[in-house]
């Protein structure tokens, strides 16, 4: 990339080349054609209207049955990290850590005809742009940001069950809203927030999602941890107190029992590799 945001058009009859490895984030609308998309190891069809996501470090390509028009939106982490988004403070995150979908990131149908009319609106500014050109189009690149971290947070545990109620979606909403804030995430504090009991909020979340409440909440949180020792230098100590540790020893404690390995550790092998990426 020579900017830091981009946008691209092209129509393809086949992927000339397996296994890119891109050091930006992309993402790839398909305004036409059907295929696969395979990407670090996994593979999925992908049809016109789907917004499809590769991040930094992914290794994908793409199989093509028929002809196919892609709108590639390229934008690197530090345009990420520059924009001052309003609500979302781990906006990179999402989009770092939701590529293992392989397919549409896309969940909301109003969601979807927003990305097609902010893709239109792109395409007609490729062709006939004129005057702040530039400007518009960081603009609209930013709502299909905002909407494809939007769709990504709408993303259930991989068992959540096929017919699983709606509530399941506001309590996973609720963590992801205030997983740097422990006592709200309490199974007490979510109980009274849901109207529900301690005891049938533990039973409920596990029969819907196919884990423990406490599990998903811890998991989630070692995401975001672990994303701010790739790809920040904040202190230790710093990111304890962002997620209601009581100190430095109780995050690495915590980190540890999950990952298997300290704090320093995880930061040394991968904190230089994670910044080369961007």
């Known amino acids: 990339m020579h900017k830091s945001v981009e946008v691209v058009y092209k129509k393809i009859d086949e992927c000339p080349v397996a296994d890119l490895q891109l050091t930006f984030f992309q993402m790839a609308y398909v305004i036409a054609g ?4 395979r990407i670090n190891g996994n ?10 996501l590769q991040a930094p470090n992914d290794y994908y390509a793409f199989d093509i049955d028929t002809p196919t028009e892609f709108l590639l939106i390229r934008f690197n982490s530090g345009y990420i990290r520059q924009y001052q988004w309003e609500s979302i403070d781990h906006i990179e995150c999402m989009l ?3 590529s293992h979908l392989s397919g549409c990131i896309m969940n909301s149908e109003s969601d979807s005809r927003h990305v097609k009319s ?3 609106v792109l395409l007609y500014e490729m062709n006939h742009g ?3 050109n530039e400007d518009l189009t960081r603009h609209f690149v930013n709502a299909l940001i905002v909407i494809a971290a939007r769709n990504i947070a709408m993303i259930k545990p991989a068992n959540i069950r096929s017919n699983a109620d709606n ?3 506001d309590i996973i909403n609720y963590i992801q809203l205030n997983i740097r804030f422990p006592q709200k995430l309490k199974a007490s504090a979510i ?11 533990g039973a409920y979340f596990k029969n819907q999602c196919g884990e423990t409440i406490q599990y998903f909440i ?17 202190r230790i100590n710093e990111i304890a107190g962002e997620f209601g540790f009581a100190d430095e020893s109780h995050l690495n404690k915590f980190f540890k029992k999950y990952q298997g390995q300290s704090l320093t550790a995880y930061r040394k092998a991968n904190f230089e590799k994670g910044y080369q990426l961007l």
């Open 34 to 37: 059907e295929g696969k998309l």
């Open 96 to 98: 770092f850590y939701a």
């Open 167 to 169: 509530r399941i979606q």
């Open 191 to 201: 109980a009274e927030a849901f109207g529900l009991s301690d005891t049938y909020l």
């Open 43 to 52: 593979c999925m069809p992908y049809k016109a209207g789907n917004l499809m």
């Open 118 to 120: 902010i893709v239109e």
């Open 130 to 132: 004129s005057m702040y």
């Open 218 to 234: 811890a998991n989630y949180k070692i995401r975001l941890i672990e994303h701010r020792l790739r790809f920040s230098d904040m």
